[in-house]
């Protein structure tokens, strides 16, 4: 099987992930698992035509755009994997302040360069191509993309992981009283109870499974990064109630308290922000 | 009317990130300019702005997947420097810890799966051939005995970072969890193994090297000014001060990490999305200077492990000190190699490492700070301005590839003056081109945080217009 691995914009986290698979990596490279084109690791400079098409990053720029056209053309199969290729990930920060029109004015003018032009967002690659699976993490693990993979490879489709990461996290969830929520460095987290229920914000209870939850394990809260869980796909404008919801339960913070301190912290849906989320509707296909 | 011609290399291949070469021949066929630049843009300087310093470390890892250990600990000692928090001995040896398995997985994968390539196969080779998994088609072992090694490294970012990419335990007054002794028993188990393997790619990196350093050494030996962390003269990634030397090995200044954006300034050109960092002191183009492996060569004196200080004296008697030629930087990076699994297994036989103490409580204010570390490609610096609330209010980061782009750029046009006579382009001559790049181990995801940059060489005539281009992204 001929396999491409293409990186757009992104940080190139989900290869390295990928990479970092040890003798499973191995396995699957000695099996029919042939990577002809990777511009970062094979000398081709040409996107050629395969069976199986892996793509990481998301489409920040005019050739981003080109290239994950050309690419869709050309493979058979395509996976995106990682959260950016999936949901748009973290340089969608830039969509809440326009990085495109702050770069205009603090750095300069690409038109005038050689430069690839700036899209006026940073997208997800199925805005503009359809996706056979989504692989979504920042990054996925070593053994969710390979054991992944290894199903493509077999043509059958991989094991979906549709609950919450709270479902892989074996915290006791307690109803608490609380009078406020805490930061990270603020106090120590004890390592039985919820991390809600101690007035952190972690974001597991909405978040797809799927990753063994090792954030919450190392008493560091969920930061979101495999994107919305199955039920919360389709109701994309309630992600943000729910959270209040679960907080205020957990926490006995009023939810009116709980969405004031939220307020102040703009950036704790970073990797839930999703450019042109209503496009993203084929869950089946999320692993 | 004269004839411009220019050759286009896109995208670089077997680097991290997307780069671009464009050559531009004169009249007469000759190298009159070389460009390398980058394509790609995120914004990170520009949407951060107003975040709470706590999630500041852990989202501004995703500038760089490849070296994220790096940031998030520059990011952390950032913080710390402005809340004035001094850590603990033993969160000091962790976070040193880490650093070492950032060393050892991304210079494991850089010999193995970036250069190794360029020196097991002659440049006149078929390209689709001339990668790691072809390597590995003809001798597995050396397949297996990469993903060993790298496999330390991410090892121990996974055992003591809790991730192996963009780990989550290093926050600003410490790390989340302890290390405890059934963990440092494992590490330790595998340190031995890395550490042999390193022996045989050091071996095998300098037997291959000196077969061909007659060609080597001719591709690219621009001299500069050279950076890096030392302490008591000897290679250092977590602490010490910076010291920087001319190119005839003369010190210039040696100064305190917090200090570091008044030693170096940054100019931009609107041709690429990398900008260029250069030494303030002499101004540009005087102060362009170097960091990365063959800079922690030239500016340190010693090691302090056995293995790695020998052939540091190795390579000193060889090539001299300071030594220029870029390709050193991949005979560099196995000596980096060889101390970081010598200290990495210096720290698990330390017994204190184990101890509790990892933590302290920090109290957050305002103020400006620079948290300087060592990353796999050279210094890296992070400085924050923070307000009262705990707020970022501007950021500037410093990356060792903006170090390290002036002298790139000079040492492309170097390589391609070289390999290129009257219009006529060697056999090979991409990949030697490519070669140098490559020897940077250059990341274009750190230096264009800010953008998107994609790697291709375009050939034009002396009107511009476009002969032919390598690559797939213009």
Redesign the interface.
């Known amino acids: 099987m001929k396999v491409s691995i293409i990186s757009l914009t992104c940080c190139a986290g989900c290869v390295s992930s990928f990479l970092n698979a040890g003798d499973a990596l191995l396995e699957i490279l000695a099996e029919d698992f042939d990577i002809v084109y990777s511009p970062t690791f094979v000398d081709l400079k040409e996107v050629p035509e395969v069976d199986l098409a892996i793509v990481e990053g998301g489409v920040r720029t005019e050739a981003d755009e080109k290239l994950i056209r050309e690419v869709r053309a050309k493979s058979r199969v395509l996976v995106a994997l990682g959260i950016c290729a999936t949901h748009g990930g973290i340089t969608s920060l830039g969509n809440l302040t326009s990085v495109k029109k702050l770069l205009e004015k603090e750095y300069f003018l690409p038109a005038s360069s050689r430069l690839p032009a700036l899209e006026d967002l940073m997208y997800p690659i199925c805005n503009f191509v359809d996706v056979d699976y989504y692989i979504p993490g920042c990054p996925p693990m070593p053994f969710l993309i390979v054991h992944s993979l290894k199903s493509i490879v077999s043509g059958k489709a991989p094991i979906r992981h549709q609950s919450v990461v709270c479902m892989e996290c074996h915290r006791k969830i307690i109803p608490a009283k609380l009078d406020r929520l805490y930061g990270i460095y603020e106090k120590e987290a004890n390592h039985e109870i919820c991390l809600v229920s101690q007035g952190f914000v972690c974001l597991g209870s909405l978040t797809r499974e799927g990753c063994g939850a090792p954030c919450p394990r190392a008493n560091f809260t969920c930061f979101g990064c495999r994107g919305p869980a199955d039920s919360l796909l389709y109701r994309s404008r309630d992600i943000y109630s729910f959270l209040i919801k679960v907080i205020s339960i957990r926490t006995g913070i009023s939810e009116e308290k709980v969405k004031e301190e939220l307020h102040r912290n703009p950036f704790i849906f970073h990797t839930f922000i999703f450019s042109r989320f209503e496009r993203f509707k084929a869950r089946e296909r999320v692993i | 009317m004269s004839q411009r011609n220019e050759i286009t ?10 780069g ?1 070469v ?1 050559i531009t021949l004169d009249d007469s066929g000759n190298v009159s300019d070389a460009y390398f ?1 980058a ?5 990170f300087d ?7 310093a ?2 500041l470390p ?2 501004i890892s ?5 070296c ?1 250990t790096a940031h998030i600990i520059a990011s952390v000692k950032a913080i710390e420097s402005i809340f004035e928090t001094e850590i603990t001995e033993t969160a000091e040896k962790l976070r040193e810890l880490l650093l070492m398995g950032q060393i050892i ?1 991304n210079h494991s ?1 850089v010999f193995f ?2 250069t190794l390539p360029d020196f097991w196969f002659s440049p006149e080779e078929d ?2 051939k ?4 072809q390597i ?1 088609r003809e001798k597995p072992e050396i ?2 005995k990469a ?2 090694l ?2 330390f490294g ?1 090892r121990i970012l996974d055992v003591i970072g ?5 780990i ?2 290093v ?3 410490g790390l ?2 302890p290390f405890t002794e059934r963990e440092q028993n494992e590490l330790l188990k595998s340190a031995e193994n890395a550490c042999a393997i390193t022996t045989e790619a050091l071996n095998l990196g300098k037997e291959l090297f000196e077969k061909n350093w007659p060609d080597f050494r001719k591709a690219g030996d621009y001299k500069t000014a050279y950076m890096a962390l030392t302490k008591d003269d000897a290679m250092e990634f977590y602490g010490g001060r910076i010291r920087v030397i001319d190119y005839t090995g003369k010190a210039l200044s040696e100064y305190d990490a917090q200090d570091y954006m008044e030693h170096v300034e940054e100019r ?1 050109y ?4 990398a900008k260029f960092a250069f030494l303030k002191a002499l101004g540009w183009p005087k102060g362009i200077v170097q960091v990365g492996p063959i800079a922690r060569m030239n500016v340190n004196k010693r090691v302090t492990t056995k293995l790695a200080n020998k052939e540091l004296e190795e390579f000193k008697r060889k090539f001299g000190s300071p030594a220029y030629a870029t390709l050193l930087f991949d005979y560099a990076r196995l000596i980096d190699l060889t101390y970081a699994c010598e200290r990495a297994r210096e720290l698990l036989e330390d017994e204190s490492i184990t101890r509790t103490d990892t ?1 302290v ?2 109290k957050p204010k305002a103020g400006t700070g620079v948290g300087v570390v060592e990353a796999p490609r050279g210094t890296l610096a992070h400085e924050y301005v923070l307000t009262k609330n705990g707020q970022l209010k501007n950021m500037k980061l410093i990356i060792p590839t903006q170090v390290n782009n002036a002298a790139i750029n000079l040492n492309v046009k170097d390589a391609a003056m070289e390999f290129i006579h009257q219009g006529e382009i060697k056999p090979g001559l991409l ?1 030697r081109i490519e070669m140098v790049i490559r020897a940077y181990d250059p990341c274009v ?1 750190c230096a264009t945080r ?3 940059e ?2 291709t060489v375009e050939i034009r005539n002396n009107k511009g217009k476009l002969l032919r281009i ?4 213009s």
């Open positions: 290399i896109s995208p670089t291949t077997r680097i991290e990130g997307h671009k464009t630049y394509t790609e843009i995120r914004g520009y949407f951060l702005r107003g975040m709470e706590e999630r852990f989202i995703r500038i760089c997947g490849v994220s997985s994968l799966f970036l390209p689709s001339r990668n790691i998994f590995m397949g297996k993903i060993a790298r496999s991410t809790k991730r192996e990419v963009h989550v335990s926050i600003p007054g989340i969890n931009r609107e041709w690429t999305y933590r409580q920090v990949n995801k800010q953008a998107n994609n790697l390598l690559g797939s992204l």
